[in-house]
C-alpha cells in the first residue's frame, strides 16, 4: 500500500482531512484572541475614565469607600463647586481664547513655511523644525520667564499665545510637509501654464486640496493648547488662568478635593473628547498623508 492510495486502489484522504479542519480552528482561534485584546484595550482606557465620571458625582467620603465604587448616592455639589463658586467658565474662556489664537497664528505661519520647505527641499530648515520639535519645551520655561519678565508681559495673554506657538508652530510645520510632499507637483504646473502664478497656484490649487492636513495639524495644535499645564503655570496671571492651572486649585497642602478635582477634569476632558469624535475623520486623513508616497 502507497502513502496515498488504499488496497483496493481508492486514494487515501483521511490524512488530509485534518490539515482541511485545522485552518478554520486557527481562525476562529485568532478572531477569539483579536476580539479577547480588544476588549482589554477598551477596557484599559475607558476604566480611568469612567473611574473619574463616577468619582465626580461622589463625596470625598465616597471616593475612599471601596464599596461604593459603582452603587452611591450621586450628588451635584462638586459640580456647583466648580461651575458656580470657582468662576470656571472664565477659565474655560481663557483655555478656548489661547488655543485659538496660539493654533490660527501657527497656522497663517506654518503652512506657507512647511509648502516653501516641501517643494524648494529646504533640508537645513526642516532639520531646524525637527529640532525644535525634539526640544522639550520645559527646558525652555526659565529664560522665557526671564525675558518676558523684563519685557512686562508675564501674566498676560500674550505670552502664553506665543510660549504655546513654540510647540504649536513645529508640530503644524512637521504635518503640513508631509501632507505638501505626498500632492503630485503637476497640478501646480498646469496651473502655472493656465496663467496663475507660483502664488495663486497655492492659494487656489494646493491649499484648497489641503484642507484635510490643516484641519488636522489645526485640531492638534488645539489639543495641545488645551491640554498644556506647565506652561500656565508659570507664565500666567491671576485674571489669565487656564483650566489645567485652575484645576490645580483643589490640591491644597492638607488635603486633596477629589470629588471637585475630579469634577473640574471631566469639564477640561469633554470639549477636546467631542472635538475628536467629531473630528476624528480628518485626524486619520491628515496624519496617513504621504504614508504611501513612492
Aim: glycine share 6%; with cysteine.
Amino acid at each position: 500500500m502507497s502513502a496515498t492510495t488504499l488496497t483496493d486502489g481508492r486514494p487515501d484522504t483521511r490524512s488530509a482531512v485534518p490539515a482541511r479542519r485545522r485552518k478554520p480552528l486557527r481562525s476562529r482561534a485568532y478572531k477569539v484572541f483579536r476580539v479577547v485584546m480588544l476588549i482589554l484595550v477598551v477596557i484599559v482606557f475607558i476604566a480611568p475614565l469612567a473611574w473619574m465620571l463616577l468619582a465626580s458625582f461622589k463625596t470625598n467620603v465616597d471616593i475612599y469607600d471601596a464599596g461604593k465604587s459603582i452603587i452611591f448616592s450621586p450628588t451635584w455639589e462638586n459640580y456647583n463647586n466648580v461651575l458656580g463658586r470657582n468662576n470656571y467658565f472664565q477659565f474655560i474662556f481663557n483655555s478656548f481664547w489661547v488655543a485659538f489664537c496660539s493654533t490660527a497664528l501657527s497656522l497663517v505661519l506654518g503652512v506657507p513655511a512647511a509648502y516653501a520647505m516641501s517643494r524648494f527641499t529646504m533640508h537645513r530648515s526642516a532639520l531646524v523644525v525637527l529640532m525644535a520639535r525634539i526640544i522639550p519645551g520645559v527646558s525652555l520655561l526659565v529664560p522665557w520667564y526671564y525675558v518676558f519678565s523684563n519685557m512686562r508681559l508675564v501674566g498676560g495673554f500674550s505670552v502664553l499665545i506665543l510660549s504655546h506657538m513654540f510647540v504649536a508652530l513645529p508640530l503644524i510645520v512637521y504635518i503640513m510637509m508631509s501632507f505638501f510632499d505626498s500632492m503630485p507637483l503637476e497640478l501646480e504646473e498646469s496651473a502655472q501654464v493656465d496663467g496663475l502664478t507660483a502664488i495663486g497656484a497655492f492659494s487656489r490649487i494646493t491649499l484648497p486640496l489641503s484642507v484635510g492636513g490643516i484641519a488636522t495639524a489645526g485640531i492638534l495644535s488645539f489639543i495641545f493648547s488645551w491640554n498644556n499645564f506647565m506652561f500656565a503655570l508659570v507664565l500666567s496671571g491671576a485674571h489669565t488662568k487656564t483650566l489645567p492651572v485652575a484645576i490645580f486649585n483643589f490640591v491644597s497642602y492638607a488635603s486633596i478635593d477629589w470629588g471637585g478635582l475630579m469634577a473640574a477634569a471631566v469639564v477640561v476632558t469633554i470639549p477636546i473628547m467631542v472635538i475628536a469624535l467629531f473630528t476624528q475623520k480628518y485626524i486619520v486623513t491628515g496624519l496617513t498623508a504621504g504614508a504611501t508616497k513612492g
